[in-house]
Every structure is written in structure tokens, then in C-alpha cells.
């Protein structure tokens, strides 16, 4: 093949190496076929829009005419998003911890033409650095071995594919109310008393273990539980990791104390987050969380909402190739700006060098003594900032994150009387049901400039649109939502469970050298526990014992690591408290925006609710009827109601004074 593919991308990740002299090529048969023909390997690289490092050995490396002729003649070449194809990153990466012991972005990873790994790494440097061969003697070393040690490579690379691509059992037993407390007390041995958070530097926001951890201090009223989501969150968002002048997270905290962040912004965190916020104010009502959960779902609406209705995936940590620039502030800078205000923002800001160069992230320590000063102050950086170069924004929309957005946004929406947030959910996941969601019921992935990619959607996408839906049939009233998710979902019983297992890919997607399956909630939930969380929803508003079992069988999957590191499995425990908290239903017959909001607010978080006028096709709804004229909302289990309620009052106390 004699020239660079990328250009005809959807994938922003891709294109950004379409001027690369490597002949990338994208993920394909094709590819393989290539390499068989030539007898040679193929070097795959996998990354992602965002990603500082990423871009770094693209500089060093993809762009050096020399190290590109080189990886043309000796290689077939590869690039993937990994944002695009999981499910490809998946089971390379996973070869990748397996061969070195550590994985990350980018990840360089050699195959031979059957697809089977046998070298794998991440960054390699174009020169000498604290001891790691340059990406040139790999290469080189390669080479000689491809061409010498031909048999050994083949070996290797089966060997590999017959390890990790063995079957994981079914899961057995549940996650009941002893294992929740015990990884609740797991927790509590792993939380860092003096900076909050979980474990050492680097500090990832633990989105999904604090909202399992608010979950069951609802459920139990355990103070210790709340007490670690308090000082997480609080100290998450007075910190670099998060922006202070224009709301939303970075991905990471470098440090252990929430200074200096990792500056790209994923919209996936953003919208988890989001959630968490939004949750902790109804749990609490404390200002801090309500302001935070606020500006970062206008972050979402403001910086990462397409022109389609969808949300983009990432804000880039670099601009004018140094990461955080966008970001940092001088002490000189605050001066020339804010004259007389800027040693008290300084100080109240603390810059005092906390990043590069003598540069500074902002954090908000403690509340301003003069929030008129500090707001005038803070809306004089935001508009100088706005004079820099903006990160570079990768505009691909993911069904999966989308879902995500939806599902915070229309929480959020109703929880804190902003329908502007709703109406943006909505229209996401309009765009979602009109571009990702072909003829056949496939729904695809991603989509860029409202085309969508080619790529299908794996078991995340599904529960998470899915989950989206259900929560807007309790948002919106409208039944549709419903219809929709019970598709998709059916969809994920046909086509990803076999055997008890749940897969992250359809039986009918392309096979790929093993089928990969991961319970693991790491940055973002995975696809089973996402699964557990929908068909949870979906069994509630429909009564369908179909779907309770799927749920039960999909949590299943996650005992043993909710038991020995529940720190990875936070999705899978919140979902785990919803059903031991009931699991609750809420119906609400007829248009009321107050009881819907009481619902929202003080019902276990998850708990599924859904409205509509009297005689809706909604399976919860049906039979129920208004209290004369007014709208009525139904306590529910298992479709056994209690007298219906009409005042938001009375629907509150039913709520939180529940046995």
C-alpha cells in the first residue's frame, strides 16, 4: 500500500495523522491480508484524541520521514481510536498488561498477520531516556527477530491469544447487603483521610464508588459513607483538577492533593461527575454541590454540545503543542488583568507555581470572603482566557458517553429546576435514535458532523443509550422512550449474552482474535454493570421477570470484584443498592413537574419512575388513574402500590420517612 488512509476517517483521533508520511492504515481485514502477503508484521498503534503522549511520539516519531520509511517498508501499518473501536483496545491492552505489566496511551502493539500479539508496549521515545530503547531499536530489534526467530514469534503470539482469550466462568452468588457493607469498610481502609479520594497519586475522580457510597448511606444512613463522598467531592472540585472559571473536570490529578490535573477533558468523567454533584445536593443540599453540578452541566451545553444536539468526546490537554497552556496563569498575567484585585485573587487562588514555568492552575481553596469581587474577577480571566488558543475538540459523538449526558442532564434538569438541561438531553438522544440507530436495530457507535461511523456499538453503548432512554420516560412522559429501550436491550439479550456471560461484543460483530468480556468499572462503567443498571430500570417499568433475571445474571458477573476491589466495581454496587433499597417504583399519572421533582430528589437514586396520562401504554402506569382531577404519584414494588398522593409534601415524607 503506498499512501496515508486516514483522511477519509469519521474518527478526529485518525485524521490528526492523515498527514503522517506512515501509510496508516485503519482497522480491517485488509489489513491482515497485506500483511500475509508481504510476510510481514503489523504495528498497531492505538490512542486517542485527547491523549498528551499520544501526540507527543506522533511529533518524535510518525512525523520523521526516516522512522516512517522505515515502519513502511518492514510493516503494515495501523492506527486506532481507541474511543472508536473499545473493543479492539480492549483486548490489546489487556495483552499489553499481560506481556509488560503496565498499559497506557498510546499503546504500541506488533502482530503478526493471524492478528496474535508478540511485542507489546506504549511510548516509545525517538532518543535515549532514562533507559528505555528508543522506538528505532525496537523496530530494528523486531525486524532482525521477524526474519531469525520467525517460529518463536508465531509461538508467542499463540500463546498469548490461548491465555487471555480463555472463557471467564459465570459468575455465582450475589451482591447482597453483607457484601455491600463489606465493601463499604473496604473503602473506608483504602480512603486517604488528609486529601480525600481513594489510594495515591495519580488521583482519578472515583465517580462511580461515590455514588455507590451515597447510595448506601441513603440505604443504611451510615455517616462514615457520606463523610468520604463529602471530603472527595469537595476537595475534587476546590482543586486545578477542576476549572474554576468555567466549570467541568479534567481527567486526572497528578498529584495526591487535587492540584495539578491532567488537564484533557473527557465528556465521559464530566457527565459522571455530573451525576454525582447532582446527587450529593439532593442527599444534602449543600450550596457546594449544587454550584458545581451546575457549572459543569453548563460546561457540557457551553463547550462539548455539537451542532447536531449530540456532546462531544474530549477537550485536548495541549495547545501550541504544551499541555495545560490554555489553562496556567502567571502571577504577572493576574496583575497586568486585575490590577488592584490580583494579589488577593493570588492569594485566595493560590498561584504561586504549582505547574510549569512558574505557572499556576487555580484552585478555590475556600470559599471568597467577596463573591462579587471574586465573580468580577473570575468573568475578567475567563474572557482573556477566551484569546488563547482553545484546546482542540474531538467532535466525534459516542452512543455510550451520550447516554451517559442524557442520564445527567435530565436528573439534573429536574433536580435543580433547570429544563434547559432536559431539553439538551432530549435532543442528544434524538440525534442518537435518528443517526447511530440503523434500519436493522444495529446501533452504531460513534457519529461525526451528524455521519455515522461504520464501527457497531458495543454492550456500553447499548445499556448506556438504553438506560437514557428509560430515564426519559420519567423525565418526558413519553412512552416512545420506553419502546426504544426495551429494543435495544432485547437486543443485548440476543446477541451478547451466551452461556451466562455478558460480552462486550455482539455475536453477530466482527470476530476478533478473542471475544473480550470485562466486569471492571475503571474510568468509565463497563458494559455489564451499565447492563445490570438498565435491565434493573427496565424490570421495574415493565414488571418483566425476563428482565430481572438478565439483571441479576449481569451483577452476577461482578462478585468477586465487588468483594476483593470494590474500588472497581462501583457501578456494579450502586446498582446492588438500588435492588436492596426495594428495588422502588414511581408512578406519576398525569403532568406534574413538583412531583416529579420531589421524586427525583428524594427516592434512592436509580430507582426507575415513570410518568404519563392516565391510560398510557407504560406497563407502571397502567390501571392508574388521577385523584380526581389531580396528578397522583404511586409508591411502588414489584407493581404493588400504595395509595396514590397528590401533594409534592406528602410524596416526600412517604419517601424518606420509608420503613
Not at 65 to 72: R, S, W
Not at 341 to 346: E, F, P, Q, S
Request: glycine share 8%; charged share 25%; hydrophobic share 45%.
Amino acid at each position: 500500500m503506498a499512501s496515508n488512509e486516514l483522511g477519509r476517517s469519521t474518527s478526529p483521533y485518525l485524521r490528526q495523522h492523515a498527514g503522517n508520511p506512515v501509510h496508516w492504515r485503519e482497522w480491517s481485514e485488509e489489513v491482515f491480508a497485506e500483511a500475509r502477503e508481504r510476510d510481514v508484521p503489523v504495528f498497531l498503534s492505538v490512542g486517542y484524541s485527547a491523549c498528551h503522549w499520544c501526540h507527543v511520539m506522533a511529533h518524535e516519531s510518525f512525523e520523521d520521514e526516516a522512522t516512517a520509511a522505515y515502519l513502511n517498508e518492514n510493516f503494515v501499518c495501523v492506527k486506532v481510536d481507541r474511543e472508536e473501536r473499545p473493543d479492539v483496545d480492549a483486548i490489546y491492552m489487556q495483552a499489553t498488561v499481560a506481556m509488560t505489566g503496565q498499559g497506557g496511551w498510546p499503546m504500541s502493539v506488533f502482530l503478526t498477520p493471524a492478528a496474535e500479539p508478540f511485542f507489546c508496549g506504549t511510548y516509545f521515545p525517538a532518543e535515549p531516556r532514562h533507559g528505555m530503547a528508543t522506538f528505532r531499536q525496537v523496530l530494528e530489534s523486531l525486524v532482525t527477530a521477524w526474519r531469525t526467530k520467525r517460529a518463536d514469534i508465531d509461538k508467542v503470539g499463540r500463546s498469548v491469544v490461548d491465555q487471555l482469550g480463555a472463557r471467564t466462568a459465570a459468575g455465582e452468588g450475589a451482591i447482597d447487603e453483607a457484601t455491600l457493607k463489606k465493601a463499604a469498610a473496604l473503602l473506608r481502609a483504602d480512603f486517604d483521610p488528609v486529601d480525600a479520594g481513594f489510594g495515591r497519586a495519580p488521583k482519578f475522580p472515583p465517580s462511580m464508588v461515590l455514588d455507590f457510597l451515597l447510595r448506601h448511606h441513603r440505604r443504611t444512613g451510615s455517616a462514615e459513607a457520606l463523610a468520604m463522598v463529602t471530603q472527595t467531592c469537595e476537595r475534587m472540585a476546590r482543586g486545578g483538577m477542576y476549572d474554576q472559571l468555567a466549570g467541568g473536570f479534567a481527567r486526572y490529578s497528578v498529584d495526591g492533593q487535587w492540584v495539578v490535573p491532567h488537564f484533557e477533558k473527557m465528556l465521559y468523567d464530566n457527565a459522571l461527575l455530573l451525576d454525582v454533584y447532582t446527587q450529593w445536593w439532593a442527599v444534602t443540599e449543600e450550596p457546594l454541590a449544587e454550584r458545581i453540578a451546575t457549572e459543569t452541566a453548563d460546561f457540557l451545553l457551553a463547550e462539548l454540545r455539537t451542532p447536531e444536539g449530540g456532546f462531544a468526546s474530549a477537550l485536548d490537554a495541549d495547545t501550541e503543542g504544551e499541555e495545560g497552556r490554555y489553562y496556567v496563569w502567571t502571577p504577572a498575567e493576574l496583575h497586568d488583568l486585575l490590577g488592584d484585585d490580583a494579589d488577593w485573587v493570588i492569594d485566595l487562588c493560590e498561584v504561586t507555581g504549582t505547574f510549569e514555568h512558574g505557572t499556576s492552575v487555580l484552585q478555590l481553596r475556600r470559599d471568597p470572603d467577596d463573591l462579587a469581587r471574586w465573580q468580577n474577577a473570575r468573568t475578567v480571566l475567563r474572557e482573556a482566557r477566551r484569546a488563547r488558543t482553545y484546546p482542540g475538540r474531538d467532535d466525534k459523538v459516542v452512543a455510550a458517553w451520550n447516554g451517559l449526558a442524557i442520564t445527567a442532564l435530565a436528573r439534573a434538569g429536574v433536580v435543580l429546576g433547570k429544563p434547559a438541561y432536559v431539553e439538551a438531553a432530549v435532543a442528544a438522544a434524538e440525534l442518537i435514535r435518528e443517526v447511530h440507530l440503523d434500519q436493522a436495530g444495529i446501533l452504531h457507535r460513534t457519529s461525526r458532523d451528524g455521519a455515522v461511523g461504520s464501527a457497531h456499538g458495543v454492550l456500553e453503548d447499548y445499556a448506556a443509550y438504553a438506560q437514557a432512554c428509560l430515564t426519559l420516560v420519567g423525565v418526558t412522559g413519553d412512552s416512545a422512550w420506553l419502546d426504544l429501550a426495551q429494543t435495544l436491550l432485547d437486543r443485548v439479550l440476543e446477541q451478547f449474552v451466551a452461556d451466562g456471560i455478558f460480552y462486550d461484543t455482539a455475536g453477530d460483530a466482527e470476530a476478533l482474535v478473542w471475544r473480550p468480556q470485562d466486569a471492571t468499572d475503571n474510568a468509565s462503567p463497563s458494559g455489564v454493570s451499565l447492563a445490570a443498571e438498565a435491565f434493573t430500570t427496565l424490570a421495574s417499568v415493565t414488571g418483566s421477570a425476563r428482565y430481572e433475571a438478565a439483571a441479576e445474571q449481569a451483577l452476577q458477573l461482578s462478585v468477586a470484584i465487588a468483594e476483593r476491589a470494590p474500588r472497581f466495581a462501583g457501578r456494579a454496587l450502586a446498582v446492588a443498592e438500588t435492588l436492596a433499597a426495594g428495588p422502588l417504583e414511581i408512578a406519576i399519572v398525569g403532568e406534574s413537574p413538583e412531583l416529579l421533582a420531589v421524586a427525583l430528589k428524594n427516592a434512592p437514586w436509580g430507582t426507575a419512575i415513570a410518568t404519563g396520562p392516565a391510560g398510557s401504554n407504560v406497563p407502571l402506569l397502567a390501571g392508574r388513574g388521577l385523584a380526581g382531577d389531580h396528578p397522583a404519584a404511586f409508591v411502588c414494588q414489584k407493581f404493588t402500590c400504595r395509595l396514590p398522593v397528590v401533594l409534592p409534601e406528602d410524596l416526600r415524607r412517604e419517601l424518606t420517612s420509608r420503613d
